[in-house]
């Protein structure tokens, strides 16, 4: 059964291409885990060749939200991330602050 697990984090405070790094480090970690990620930062890239207005994004990500079974939220503020936690908990989907956390709560690694 595949795990579906949304990244939500920051973007436009700090440096982007190292948000969307570390995005894509989490996403790796959810990857070797088993579990199948949605990056919405790789959006990144989208953007710089099919510019939107961040309403236009935060519509879009939160259509995916719907549809994962999971999130984990990175640190930092996050208007958009925000908006993806809020939507989450008012669908009942669990978050968690890292890979770990969600291995924990689904008891991987657990003898």
Not at 92 to 104: H, K, M, Q, R, T
């Amino acid at each position: 059964m595949s795990i579906y697990v949304y990244i939500a984090s920051p973007y436009a405070q700090g440096d982007k291409l190292m948000n969307v790094a570390r995005s894509l480090q989490v996403a790796e970690e959810c990857l070797e885990a088993g579990f199948i990620p949605f990056v919405p930062l790789l959006s990144h890239y989208w953007h710089a060749v099919h510019p939107k207005k961040p309403e236009e994004w935060y519509v879009y990500d939160l259509e995916w939200v719907k549809r994962c079974d999971y999130m984990i939220r990175l640190p930092g503020p996050s208007v958009g991330a925000d908006k993806e936690v809020a939507l989450a908990h008012k669908m009942n989907i669990p978050v968690y602050a890292s890979v770990a956390d969600l291995e924990g709560a689904l008891g991987y690694g657990a003898t």
